[in-house]
């Protein structure tokens, strides 16, 4: 009995942190986006040569942050 | 599919004006279908000339389309590209005389038309991305810069050509994200430039010498240094557009942290006193002045600009 009431609510707690999950992404978009971007740069410029490419990268996610946040 | 609505129609707000903040609903607007051409997909900037033609950059149709007073679509200038008269990112717009100055979205590229769309040149800002543009004075031009590396500035511009520049750096935002300093601009008659930040509940006014004049902030809205400390970039505007009247007032229109989100206009005096607080009926993105008293707004959606009567 115990362990079917602890099953549950351990099945209430992931129903929760599910349904509040779209919700909180929903809440920071841009930053969502931001961190996607900055990550994307890493991925592709992130060797040992791509220190400059990597800052331009970076700035392009910057100024897209301003344009997501800005039509806020 | 987005269908063209240009809805230019005068609703005369019944309410009476006074030293006092009065809050009024404007009336939805009414819209008609034009021809296809002048469909708006996605506006980006407005502007209106001394005949009260309409401008608005289309960012999804790469270009600028003009209408007439009555909402008639007159032509069209742009294609996708950046050649003369082309755009990869049509942005904010100002008439200043019988000139049309339509920035890029993310570039530093400005082209100048005259009000016939003619293509009549083009210049390029240093120090940052133009994220504003307003009339100075008879001829000249202010364009506000944002760079996340260096502080914010307006760049102040003799004519519309871009002619002797003059740079006007804003007061540091000291610990803060550069982006709390990017701000939307305005000029009053005497000069004086307006600045209303983005993400901050501040408004300042600086002298034609660049010399800090003095700051407002809007009551009812979270304090002016509200967020900058929590580590987090902001992503709620205060002020999406400022403006500036023949009487020399000045009007803001909120952001997503008004009262009610994207529908406010506070109407202030220069030193920040509330005259007049009015309320949309839907959500706008851009605002811009007309004939004594004429409001133009557009839609959230950006695909209808509304005329509405301050009277």
């Known amino acids: 009995m115990k362990a079917k009431r602890t099953l549950l609510s351990l099945l209430f707690l992931v129903i929760l942190l599910l349904a509040a999950l779209p919700g909180a992404q929903a809440a920071r978009p841009c930053a969502d986006i931001l961190t996607r971007c900055y990550g994307q740069c890493n991925q592709t410029f992130g060797g040992p040569w791509g220190t400059i490419l990597l800052g331009g990268c970076d700035s392009g996610c910057n100024l897209g942050y301003f344009w997501c946040a800005s039509s806020n | ?311």
């Open chain 2, 1 to 311: 599919m987005n269908v063209l609505r240009v809805a230019l129609l005068l609703a005369v707000s019944p309410g009476v004006l006074g030293a006092a903040a009065k809050e009024q609903f404007l009336p939805p607007p009414k819209s008609h279908a034009a021809g296809r051409d002048a469909f708006l997909y996605s506006i980006s900037g407005i502007a209106v000339d001394s005949r009260n033609n309409v401008f608005a950059s289309d960012l999804l149709d790469y270009s600028v389309k003009k209408f007439d007073r009555g909402g008639a679509f007159i032509g069209k200038v742009g294609c996708r590209g950046s050649g003369q008269g082309e755009f990869r990112s049509p942005g904010l717009s100002a008439v200043v005389g019988e000139k049309l100055i339509v920035l890029e979205r993310g570039k530093s590229r400005i082209q100048v038309f005259d009000t016939r769309l003619r293509y009549t040149g083009e210049f390029a800002v240093r120090g940052g991305t133009p994220v504003d543009v307003t009339p100075d004075g008879t001829r000249g031009i202010a364009v506000a810069l944002y760079s996340d590396t260096s502080r914010a500035m307006v760049i102040r511009y003799e004519d519309a050509q871009g002619g002797n520049p003059r740079r006007i750096p804003l007061r540091p935002t000291g610990r803060a994200h550069p982006l709390y300093g990017a701000g939307r601009i305005a000029v009053l008659r005497d000069g004086t430039l307006v600045v209303a930040y983005l993400f901050m509940n501040r408004v300042e006014l600086y002298a034609r010498s660049g010399k800090y004049l003095g700051d407002f902030s809007i009551a009812g809205m979270p304090g002016p240094d509200a967020g900058i400390d929590d580590g987090r970039l902001p992503e709620e505007t205060y002020f999406r557009k400022v403006l500036v009247d023949a009487a020399g007032n000045i009007l803001l229109l909120g952001g997503s942290r008004s009262p009610h989100p994207g529908r406010d206009i506070f109407l202030c005096t220069r030193k920040g006193s509330l005259l007049r607080m009015l309320v949309l009926p839907s959500k706008s993105r851009l605002i811009a002045l007309g004939e004594p008293g004429a409001l133009y707004a557009t839609d959230e959606a950006g695909t209808v600009v509304e005329k509405y009567s301050l009277r």
